[in-house]
């Protein structure tokens, strides 16, 4: 058994959404987390607007790059989750356990106005 989990957070293009989730869950789980992100097809850069938002909460993107997901980073994560980019995301062989952010998101939402509000931003433009 790992002494530290490894949590993976796979979308398209690893500049936003992923990276974003990546540095939140590394800041606070203060070491506790092994935290990793990748694309199914990485982009050239982290989106401008998600480095600026972090930066505003004091959380440093600059040595950050979109990464592509690789079978081993999948195969070492005990959980996967994807942001909301479906067939474009790895399947997940072995024990990991793979849950997409979406489907979280719709569970904890339970008004009409705030449910198409999560489709709306589920293609937000961020990965």
């Not at 600059?62 to 479906?86: H, L, N, Y």
């Not at 979280?104 to 999560?118: E, G, H, L, P, V």
């Amino acid at each position: 058994m790992k002494e530290v989990p490894e949590v993976l957070f796979v979308c398209v293009h690893n500049a936003g959404r992923s990276q974003m989730a990546a540095a939140l869950l590394d800041h606070h789980a203060q070491g506790r987390v092994r935290v990793r992100s990748g694309g199914s097809a990485p982009g050239e850069r982290i989106n401008p607007a998600v480095a600026e938002a972090l930066a505003e909460i004091g959380l440093d993107l600059s040595k950050e790059f979109p990464k592509p997901v690789t079978d081993e980073a999948v195969r070492a994560a005990d959980v996967v989750i994807t942001m909301a980019c479906g067939d474009a995301c790895p399947s997940t062989p072995g024990s990991a356990t793979r849950t997409g952010f979406s489907r979280i998101r719709r569970a904890s939402r339970s008004s009409r106005s705030d449910r198409s509000a999560t489709r709306s931003t589920a293609g937000c433009g961020l990965c």
